[in-house]
């Protein structure tokens, strides 16, 4: 097949879908034949769409974090995780492992103070020519908006959590 | 296992990921053991992403409609097309069939002059309570808005189009 990734894409914004579209988007890959590799930041492993994208061939999917939320001061544990993730994602991109590489989250990681943005456009630039590169989490940064090809905003207009409906599993994560 | 659904979500807005958010969402019901149904509007079975949803179980994925662009005098085929995948919702849903259905592009049916809003406040009217409903397309109707609990739009900030990319299989499609 011939490969024409390599391009950048964003889905930030204060709306729903970001992490779904992400997953939707490495699911329509995998379809395609590429090879997709997931990374969350600040993620514990209990959501329920991984259970069925891991049992599929050609993708791997790897949490660094807790389900814990993490607080705007940033514990040192936390700091580890998200270094870790990025450390990660740096050796499995230069290394030729995926075709299409799924960041989840990592603007929030940036947000939390976990990583400085300076190490996501030093990964962007260590990024190989075919890879697709996904990010995804609320708040994006400008500078990194600048270096993207697509660039989404989940908007949120309307959400239940605004009358107190609990997250629910299967729909929420 | 206790089914808390019944929601209706809206995912609607010029930018990537409507669908792609629909399909991560249905791959998460999914992971919950939930069944799924998914009607595409206006769409043919090219999308790559149906490859790997339609081999997991408890999901059913059902195509009305043909790849070519429908154009805005809306033809009578493609009415046909739509009025069927309407008929359809309205019986699967009524008949306990699914726990989540997904109608993708619905409200671009309704751009294109294919079906009248009115039906789709009817079958929102004749949704059994515990079925969590999900609707798609660009140009949601401020009428539909207002009967749905999460709303978001996703909004183009940049697109390759722009620069004249075309789409890519396993990535645009």
Redesign the interface.
Known sequence: MKN??G?I???T?N???????????A????????RVYVIQFMKGKN???????KS?PKITIKNFGSNILVSKKGQNKDKVFARQALNWANKIMVAGRCD?IVLDEIFLAVFFNLIPISEITKLIRNKPAGV?LILTGRKANSEI?KL?????????????YQIG?AA????E?
Do not use: C
């Open positions: 024409d990734l391009k894409h964003i889905y914004g709306g729903k879908g970001k992490t779904t579209a992400a997953f939707g988007l699911l329509r890959a995998l379809g395609a034949g590429y959501s329920s769409e991984l259970k069925n994208l599929l299409v697709e908006i993207a090809d697509y660039v989404t905003e989940m908007k949120e207009i309307k959400h239940p409906l629910r599993k299967g729909i994560y």
